[in-house]
T-cell receptor, first 116, second 115 residues
């Protein structure tokens, strides 16, 4: 039982390049999230999904796109990377509220992205 | 606009002391208040959580105190240990139609417990 797995763990990009971060969870969770973590800024929600085939914008969605074609996977894409997107990205997943009466999020170990 | 304000940004405590981290929120629709603990190089993990129908919740050395009228909640770590050194995030969540609970996080507190 791996939980939430993120790939890659580290990546260096040049400005303007594109890339995709992959998140996979094996807990059959309905909900999945992408956060970015920057020093002194906490965790800010980029996009989230409440089920297969659905996505929604979070607090800081600009410059990112997401897809949830399969329930267990949530992809975060950067079409044209900018230095401001240098950050640590965390994927998380959770049960729907009716399955478990808790709002607990289960996080991956993060993907560190540097944009030069 | 910061919906959840957390303080202090950093905290240094001696082993055996009490660590106190405070959070305040604005939106009265929030109804679930978790604390997450994050060690370097790892993702955050749920530490303890409270709902607004109780004023205090204790799990081992960790206690959440909740003041609904003041819209404030705090984490107390009793008998702090070096192994508690981590970053702590408070969060506030509100229920959204469809069954989701989307948390809004504070900016985090870096706790260092000296031996």
């Amino acid at each position: 039982n791996a939980g939430v797995t993120q790939t890659p763990k580290f990546r260096v990009l040049k400005t303007g390049q594109s890339m995709t971060l992959l998140c996979a969870q094996d807990m059959n969770h309905e909900y999945m999230y992408w956060y970015r973590q920057d020093p002194g800024m906490g965790l800010r929600l980029i996009h989230y999904s409440v089920g297969e085939g659905t996505t929604a914008k979070g607090e800081v969605p600009d410059g990112y796109n997401v897809s949830r074609l399969k329930k267990q996977n949530f992809l975060l894409g950067l079409e044209s990377a900018a230095p401001s997107q240098t950050s640590v990205y965390f994927c998380a997943s959770s049960y729907e509220i009716w399955t478990a009466n808790t709002g607990e999020l289960f996080f991956g170990e993060g993907s560190r992205l540097t944009v030069l | 606009q910061q919906q959840v304000k957390q303080s202090p940004q950093s905290l240094i405590v001696q082993k055996g002391g009490i660590s106190i981290i405070n959070c305040a929120y604005e939106n009265t629709a929030f109804d679930y208040f978790p604390w997450y603990q994050q060690f370097p190089g790892k993702g955050p993990a749920l530490l303890i959580a409270i709902r607004p129908d109780v004023s205090e919740k204790k799990e081992g050395r960790f206690t959440i105190s909740f003041n609904k009228s003041a819209k404030q909640f705090s984490l107390h770590i009793m008998d702090s240990q070096p192994g508690d050194s981590a970053t702590y995030f408070c969060a506030a969540s509100k229920y959204l139609p469809g069954g989701s609970y989307i948390p809004t996080f504070g900016r985090g507190t870096s706790l260092i417990v000296h031996p």
